[in-house]
């Protein structure tokens, strides 16, 4: 009886010890597994990081381009805008020497022409009141009314010798303000920041 029940104890131990020994490697093979999963993970997480900071770098390298791309179109802009406001300066200032050129000669001739007439105007008047020689007949009536037409006729000469030479320097003078009021309707300025808004 006590045999059986020695041998009943031995045999319930070597199956606690084999249980244990069971439970040892199933803990073992779990934390193994624990550590694997714990490695994967980490090695997936690092995979994504190093994703994340190629996409980071590869996003900040495209905007670099993209602003220096953008840099270099606006200082090509600015650099034709710049140009071009230049070039239509320069035209302004050759159409306003060309209309001020065309008005001074315009005024060298009118004021040419008007002195031209007064002093014919004035000829007349000198000839007209120039002493006669005397005549051996005295003069008669109808003579002496044509002496005084001669006379009327050389003053109101000259009167129109001297209206022309006014009226001459008053268009000339008008033609002088007209020019520079067609030059000061372009002023260079003004066309710079029309260019430079359009090429904006």
Do not use: H, N, W
Request: proline share 2%; hydrophobic share 40%; charged share 35%.
């Amino acid at each position: 009886m006590m045999g059986e029940e020695k041998s009943l104890l031995t045999r319930i131990g070597d199956a606690v010890e084999t249980a244990k020994d069971k439970a040892q490697e199933m803990g073992a093979s779990l934390v193994k597994k624990a550590e694997g999963a714990a490695a994967d993970a980490k090695r997936e997480a690092g995979k994504a990081r190093t994703l994340v900071q190629r996409k980071t770098r590869a996003a900040t390298a495209s905007v670099k381009r993209t602003a220096r791309s953008a840099e270099a179109d606006a200082k090509k802009t600015f650099g034709k805008a710049k140009s071009t406001v230049k070039s239509k300066a320069r035209a302004v200032e050759a159409d306003a020497k060309k209309v001020l050129g065309k008005a001074k000669r315009t005024v060298k001739r009118k004021v040419k022409a008007a002195a031209t007439g007064a002093k014919k105007a004035a000829g007349k008047v000198e000839r007209a009141m120039s002493p006669k020689k005397p005549a051996a007949v005295r003069k008669t009536g109808p003579a002496k009314k044509t002496a005084a037409r001669k006379t009327t006729a050389a003053q109101s000469a000259v009167k129109k010798g001297v209206a022309k030479v006014r009226t001459a320097a008053r268009k000339a003078g008008a033609a002088v303000a007209k020019a520079a009021k067609g030059v000061a309707k372009k002023p260079a300025k003004t066309t710079a920041k029309k260019t430079a808004k359009k090429y904006a």
